[in-house]
């Protein structure tokens, strides 16, 4: 693993434009639960049950009342660890250019990027179904469920359903962003989830060096990253951020 982040910390200290797609896993150390494997949220709760815009449209209480309470209840607590604030040290440094997340919670913005994809939207956000204003998830206040706007329509979260389309302008940027790098930094997914996991792909085939932090394999692993630094992202990344540091010292 040492040999790994040095060889990290120099690769990133060389580029350019470094990319980052980020994943559940980055948040992990967080306090927020993956959605696979052990202890993830689809181990608790059937995504197609509770995760469809099929099955919100169909009964709203019931998703608010199961799944979105329990999120915005980790959500609200949850703070940025040492991987994002390492993504953030990287955007400081000029070396990382944008973070296109899977992620809902925003803590890469609290952490201090300013150029973030929320690709499967925020969970920062609820809109009223009828009259499509938007509210804070923090300020909704829980006394009736599912909670409603002023005009009495119902609240869902700016995050995307099971079952509803990527905004087109996240996958257009995402694609740009993803084609034009020269790092591209895979941190805490389980790249099983398209179209966001093919996004590595666009910048291996574009020439750039795909590197993944992830204390397991997954299908980028031998394929379409160079190589996989196996670890719990906070970890990793405050070893790299140390490293650059010292490259950028020299
Ligand atoms: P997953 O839950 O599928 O994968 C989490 C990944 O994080 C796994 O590969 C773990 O090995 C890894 N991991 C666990 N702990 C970690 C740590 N401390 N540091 C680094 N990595 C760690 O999450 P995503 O890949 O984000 O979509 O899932 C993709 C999408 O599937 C989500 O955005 C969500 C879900 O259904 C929607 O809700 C639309």
Redesign the pocket.
């Known amino acids: 693993m040492d040999d790994l982040i040095k060889r990290a910390a120099e690769d990133l200290a060389a580029a350019k434009n470094v990319a980052a797609l980020t994943?559940?896993?980055?948040s992990?150390?967080s306090g927020i639960p993956?959605?696979?494997?052990k202890g993830?949220i689809?181990e608790k709760f059937d995504?197609m049950e509770f995760?469809h815009i099929d099955a919100f449209m169909r009964d709203p209480a019931k998703v608010w009342n199961v799944l979105i309470s329990e999120m915005k209840e980790i959500v609200d607590r949850a703070k940025p660890n040492d991987?994002h604030k390492g993504l953030a040290k990287l955007e400081e440094w000029g070396i990382l250019k944008t973070v296109i997340t899977?992620?809902v919670d925003g803590l890469h913005q609290m952490a201090g990027n300013t150029d973030v994809i929320e690709f499967?939207g925020t969970f920062a956000w609820q809109k009223c179904m009828d009259c499509d204003k938007r509210c804070e998830t923090s300020k909704v206040e829980m006394t009736q469920i599912p909670p409603r706007c002023d005009c009495g329509g119902i609240l869902r979260p700016e995050?995307?359903?099971?079952g509803e389309m990527i905004p087109q302008l996240h996958l257009v940027r995402s694609q740009k962003v993803a084609s034009q790098c020269d790092i591209m930094l895979v941190?805490?997914?389980?790249?099983?989830?398209q179209p966001?996991s093919f996004m590595p792909v666009i910048s291996k085939q574009s020439g750039a060096k795909v590197i993944e932090?992830?204390?397991?394999k997954?299908p980028l692993t031998g394929t379409v990253s160079n190589y996989l630094i196996k670890g719990?992202?906070?970890h990793v990344m405050k070893r790299i951020i140390k490293e650059v540091g010292l490259l950028r010292d020299l």
């Open positions: 994943g559940a896993g980055i992990v150390e993956p959605f696979r494997g993830g689809w995504p995760a991987a899977q992620n499967h995050c995307i359903f099971f941190v805490g997914t389980s790249a099983v989830v966001a932090i992830n204390p397991e997954t719990k992202a906070g």
